[in-house]
C-alpha cells in the first residue's frame, strides 16, 4: 500500500515548493518548524536540535523548530548568513478550522528586504537592486534601500565590467534578476559583490507604483525598477507607501573609481578586515545622526565632477566653519534627531510602535530651532536648506496630544494613548479607575464589618478579586454572605456577589479600552503615514545638514584648506598630507609635501629607497581628489585641482616581495583597464608597476606603459617605479618629471626624511632597509661590498634606458671581475661538497636581474644553507 503524507505535511510541501530558495519558517502553534532538508541545514546553523516527526509515511521527517516569540534573533542570524527565510503563519483560528489550519507564507525576509536587527547596521543603507540585461549592450539597474525607501535607477551604456563597478558602488546585498539571466554574469555579481541572487520574471505594470515611475522614459529604467518593485512586492506583501518616487541618475555625473582602486585607496573598505578603521569614511565622520552617516558614504562613494554642484557643498562647509558656535549647537540638536527616514519606514512598512512616534515627535521638536539657527547663517544657500526643513507641526501637535510619554514596546496592551484624547476610551478608563478605587475602599469596609484588620482585598489571574482571611478569623465571617474559592496554608479566600459585579465591570472597561487603544494607535499610524513624503523630504535636508557640519568639524580640527577647482591642467598642493596616515600618526610626526604638476608635468615619476614614503604621497594626491570632489576641504596649506572624471590606480598588494605571476596578472589587467578607459581628466597612480615579473619584463613594460599615456592619454600620472634607469626618460617625454623621496645616511644609517623633492634619488637604499631590519651585521658588510663591486662594474658604463645591451655587457664584467673573491682560487680541501653547491649557485646568479630586496633573500636563503 503506497503511503500518504498527512494533510498538514502535504500543505508544507506544496508551500515550500514556492519558496525553494528559502527556509520556509512554518507556524505551528507557538513555534516555527522547519522540516525535511531546511531541518538538517537549519539545526546545523543554528545550532539547534535536529528530531524528527511522523508525517504519515514510512520514513520520520527531520523537524526542528523556534519558539515564535524568540524567532528574530534565529531569522537573523540567516539573513546575515546570506539565506532567505519565508516566514508561514496560520491565517485561521484553529478552533475554526475544518481539516488542517490555512497558512501563508506573510513575507520572504531576504538579505536585501531585511528592516531591522543585527542585518542592518544604522549608518549604512541595505540596498536590494535589480538588473534589466539588454543584450549586453545596455542596462537598467534600479535600487531601492526598504526600510529608508529612498529609490534609483539609472542607464548603464557599456560592458558589463560597468554593471559589476556600479553594483559594487551601490554596494546591494542583493540583486534581483531575470530568471534567464546569464549565469556568468550572476556569478560574476555575487563574486564581485558579495551579493544574494533573487529571480523575478515579470517587469510590466503595475497601475499602483505609477506615481513613483512616472519619470522613467526608457525601457532600460521601466524594466529594472518594474522587476525590483514586482520583487518587493511579491516578498513582502505589505504596504510599500513610503517608496519614493524613483530619481533618475547618470553614472557620468560622477567621478568614476572602479571597484579595485576603490578599495585600493581604502575610500570605504579597508584593504584588509572590516574594521572602518583607516578608511576616508572613518576619517571624515563626524555626523551627528544615522541619516547623516549614510548620505555621507553615500557622497563619499560618488565625488561630483560639476564645478557647481561641488563649489556650493564647498561654500557650505565654509559657513559651517566660519559659526562655531552655532555648528556647538547645532551638533546637540542633531543628536536629539532619530532616524526619520528609517521610522517613516516603519511606519509604511505597519511595524512602527508607540515607541517610535514618541522618537518621532521628539526628532521633529528639534527642527524649529535648527531651523533658526541655520537661518541665522545668513546666506542665501543656507536659506535654501532652513526653507526646506518642515517641522510638521501639525504631526507634532497630533502625537503631543495623543501619545504617552513611556509607552511600551507592545502596541496590543494599553498605555498606549493619553488621557483627554478620546471620550470613549475616557470614559472606560473612568469605570475601571472608579471600580478600582471602589474595591479599595470595599477592603476599609469590610474590616470594619468584620472586625477583622487583616483581612485583604486582593487580585489574581485565575480567581480576579478576591477577599482573604487568616484561617483563624474565619469564624468571624457572616454566614452565607461569602462564597470560599480558594484555601491556602494558613488563610482561606472569598468572593462575593458585589465584589464579582464590580470586577466584571472594571475587566470589561479594561478589555474594551485595550481593544480601543490599539484602533486608536493603528488609526495614527494611518494619519502618520500622510506625512511620510513630508517627513523624508526633512530627512534629507538634515542629513546633508549634518554632513556640512561634518566636514567643517574635520575641516577644522585637521587645518584643512578649501580647494580651488578648476578646469585646466594646473594641480598645486602646498603642504599636502595623507589626510589618515597624518591623522593616525600625528601632525607633529607627519612630513608634508607639496606637488606640483601643469602643462609641462603632467607626469611624475617617483623614485626613492623603500619605506620612504612613495605609496603614500600618491596616494594622498587621489585622496585630495576625492574629497575636494566631495566638497570637503583638504589637507594643505594651499590646493588647487582640476576636476577629474576618473581615477586608476595599480597599488601593488602591501609591497610582497615573492609576487608571483597571478599578482602580475592583475597587475597587468589593472594597467589594461586604465589604458583603456583613462582620458585626458583622468588621474592615474602607477605605483611600482612590473614588479611581479623579471627585470627585463618589468622594465620594458613600465617604460612602454609610461611613453603610452605620455603620448596618448595625456592624463596626470604618478608612477613610482624601483627601476632606476627609468629616470633617464625625463631626457625623451617632455611631459614627464623625476621627482624623488628623499632619505639620507647618518653613520651609515638610513634615514627617511620623506619629503619629496626634484630630480631622481641618486642611490637604491635596499642594503639600508635591511639593516634597519636587523639582519646580521656580516651578511650586511658582505652586501655592501658586493654592491660596491657591481656599482664600480656598471659605473664604467653609461645608465642608459635601452635596457637589454647594457645589462648583458655589465653581466659579462661582473663575471670576469677579479675582485670577485668567492671565485679566486677556491682552496679544496676547505671546501666541502656542500658548499660548493651554494658556490655553484652564487656564480649562477645574475645580480642585474634582482633589486637589493630579491638580492637579499637569495643572500639569506644562501646563508641558511650554509649554516645547516
Ligand atoms: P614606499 O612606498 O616608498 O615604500 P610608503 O609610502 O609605504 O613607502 O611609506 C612607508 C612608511 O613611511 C609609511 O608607513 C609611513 O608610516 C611613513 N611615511 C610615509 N610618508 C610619510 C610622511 N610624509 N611623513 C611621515 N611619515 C611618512
Ligand atoms: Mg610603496
Not at 551604456?157 to 531575470?178: H, M, N, R, Y
Amino acid at each position: 500500500m503506497v503511503q500518504q503524507h498527512t494533510p498538514m505535511i502535504q500543505q508544507y510541501l506544496k508551500i515550500k515548493a514556492e519558496y525553494q530558495d528559502a527556509f520556509l519558517f512554518f507556524r505551528l502553534g507557538d513555534f516555527y518548524e522547519l522540516f525535511f532538508e531546511d531541518a538538517v541545514k537549519a539545526s546545523q546553523e543554528l545550532e539547534i536540535t535536529l528530531t524528527s516527526r511522523d508525517g504519515g509515511t514510512r520514513e520520520r521527517i527531520p523537524m526542528c523548530g523556534v519558539p515564535h516569540h524568540s524567532a528574530s534573533g534565529y531569522i537573523e542570524n540567516l539573513i546575515q548568513k546570506g539565506y532567505k527565510v519565508a516566514i508561514c503563519e496560520q491565517t485561521e483560528d484553529p478552533k475554526h478550522a475544518k481539516g488542517v489550519v490555512k497558512r501563508e507564507v506573510v513575507q520572504l525576509i531576504t538579505p536585501g528586504t531585511v528592516m531591522d536587527g543585527k542585518g542592518i547596521s544604522a549608518k549604512e543603507n541595505n540596498y536590494i537592486a535589480a538588473i534589466a540585461n539588454f543584450s549586453g549592450q545596455t542596462f537598467g539597474v534600479a535600487y531601492t534601500d526598504l526600510s529608508t525607501g529612498e529609490n534609483r535607477v539609472t542607464v548603464l551604456d557599456g560592458s558589463e565590467d560597468l554593471l559589476l563597478d556600479e553594483l559594487a558602488t551601490i554596494g546591494a546585498k542583493e540583486v534581483v534578476a531575470c530568471p534567464n539571466e546569464d549565469e556568468d554574469l550572476l556569478r560574476k555579481i555575487k563574486e564581485r559583490c558579495q551579493a544574494v541572487i533573487s529571480y523575478e520574471e515579470s517587469s510590466h505594470t503595475q497601475d499602483e507604483f505609477q506615481p513613483i515611475l512616472q519619470k522613467l522614459n526608457t525601457a532600460e529604467l521601466q524594466e529594472s525598477a518594474q522587476r525590483l518593485l514586482h520583487y518587493l512586492k511579491k516578498t513582502q506583501k505589505r504596504s510599500l507607501d513610503h517608496l519614493q518616487p524613483f530619481a533618475i541618475y547618470e553614472n557620468n555625473q560622477h567621478m568614476k573609481i572602479d571597484f579595485y582602486s576603490k578599495r585600493n585607496l581604502e575610500i570605504t573598505e579597508p584593504i584588509r578586515g572590516k574594521d572602518k578603521k583607516g578608511t576616508l569614511l572613518w576619517l571624515l565622520d563626524e555626523t551627528s545622526t544615522a541619516m547623516g552617516g549614510r548620505l555621507l558614504r553615500q557622497w563619499i562613494d560618488r565625488p561630483l565632477i560639476s564645478k557647481n554642484m561641488i563649489e556650493k557643498r564647498l561654500l557650505l562647509v565654509e559657513l559651517f566653519i566660519e559659526h562655531y558656535f552655532e555648528r556647538l549647537d547645532l551638533q546637540e540638536l542633531l543628536k536629539s534627531v532619530y532616524d526619520l527616514e528609517r521610522l517613516a519606514g516603519r511606519v509604511a512598512f505597519g511595524n512602527a510602535n508607540a515607541r517610535d512616534f514618541i522618537q518621532l515627535k521628539k526628532s521633529l521638536m528639534q527642527i524649529p530651532a535648527i531651523r533658526s539657527l541655520i537661518e541665522g547663517m545668513e546666506n542665501e544657500e543656507t536659506d535654501k536648506l532652513a526653507q526646506a526643513l518642515d517641522p510638521c507641526e501639525e504631526l507634532t501637535d497630533l502625537l503631543e496630544r495623543a501619545v504617552a510619554e513611556n509607552p511600551p514596546i507592545s502596541v496590543k496592551e494599553g498605555g498606549i494613548i493619553k488621557d483627554d484624547y478620546h471620550t470613549e476610551l475616557d470614559q472606560y478608563r473612568d469605570a475601571s479607575r472608579n471600580g478600582k478605587s471602589w474595591i479599595a475602599a470595599l477592603e476599609k469596609e469590610e474590616r470594619e464589618k468584620t472586625g477583622i484588620r487583616s483581612l485583604k482585598v486582593g487580585y489574581n489571574r485565575v480567581f480576579g478579586y478576591y477577599i482573604e482571611v487568616t484561617r483563624a478569623n474565619v469564624k468571624l465571617l457572616e454566614e452565607g454572605r461569602y462564597e470560599r474559592k480558594q484555601t491556602l496554608t494558613n488563610a482561606e479566600r472569598f468572593i462575593t456577589p458585589e465584589l464579582k459585579e464590580k470586577e466584571a465591570l472594571i475587566l470589561q472597561a479594561d478589555e474594551r479600552s485595550i481593544e480601543l487603544e490599539y484602533d486608536l494607535f493603528l488609526d495614527l499610524r494611518n494619519q502618520v503615514k500622510e506625512f511620510i513624503p513630508r517627513l523624508q523630504q526633512t530627512a534629507k535636508i538634515i542629513s546633508e545638514i549634518d554632513i556640512y557640519q561634518s566636514f567643517a568639524t574635520v575641516s577644522e580640527t585637521r587645518y584643512y584648506v578649501k580647494p580651488e577647482l578648476h578646469f585646466n591642467r594646473e594641480l598645486t598642493l602646498e603642504n599636502g598630507r595623507h589626510p589618515v596616515v597624518e591623522k593616525v600618526m600625528g601632525s607633529q610626526e607627519y612630513v608634508p609635501n607639496d606637488c606640483m604638476m601643469d602643462e609641462e608635468k603632467e607626469m611624475l615619476l617617483i623614485t626613492g629607497p623603500n619605506m620612504s614614503g612613495k605609496s603614500t604621497y600618491m596616494r594622498q594626491i587621489a585622496l585630495t581628489a576625492v574629497m575636494a570632489q566631495i566638497g570637503c576641504f583638504v589637507p594643505a596649506s594651499k590646493a588647487k585641482l582640476p576636476i577629474f572624471d576618473q581615477i586608476f590606480t595599480r597599488i601593488g598588494a602591501a609591497d610582497d616581495l615573492i609576487s608571483g605571476q597571478s599578482t602580475f596578472m592583475v597587475e597587468m589587467l589593472e594597467a589594461k583597464n586604465a589604458i583603456t578607459h583613462a582620458t585626458k581628466n583622468s588621474l592615474i597612480l602607477f605605483d611600482e608597476i612590473g614588479r611581479g615579473t623579471s627585470t627585463y619584463d618589468g622594465m620594458a613594460l613600465a617604460q612602454a606603459i609610461i611613453e603610452h599615456i605620455h603620448d596618448q592619454i595625456g592624463a596626470k600620472t604618478l608612477f613610482s617605479t624601483h627601476y632606476h634607469e627609468l629616470t633617464e626618460l625625463d631626457k625623451q617625454l617632455f611631459h614627464l618629471n623625476n621627482v624623488h623621496v628623499s632619505a639620507v645616511e647618518q653613520q651609515g644609517k638610513l634615514v627617511f626624511l620623506h619629503k619629496v623633492k626634484d630630480g631622481p634619488a641618486d642611490k637604491s637604499y635596499g642594503i639600508h632597509v635591511a639593516e634597519l631590519a636587523d639582519l646580521p651585521q656580516s651578511l650586511i658588510q658582505r652586501a655592501e661590498e658586493i654592491l660596491g663591486e657591481l656599482e664600480q662594474a656598471n659605473g664604467k658604463q653609461k645608465p642608459s634606458v635601452s635596457v637589454k645591451a647594457a645589462a648583458k655587457e655589465s653581466a659579462v664584467i661582473s663575471r670576469s671581475n677579479e675582485q670577485l673573491a668567492f671565485f679566486s682560487e677556491p682552496k679544496e680541501s676547505a671546501v666541502d661538497k656542500h658548499e660548493k653547491k651554494v658556490l655553484k649557485e652564487i656564480e649562477d646568479l645574475n645580480l642585474l636581474e634582482m633589486n637589493p630586496l630579491q638580492a637579499l633573500n637569495v643572500l639569506f636563503s644562501l646563508q641558511k644553507k650554509l649554516r645547516n
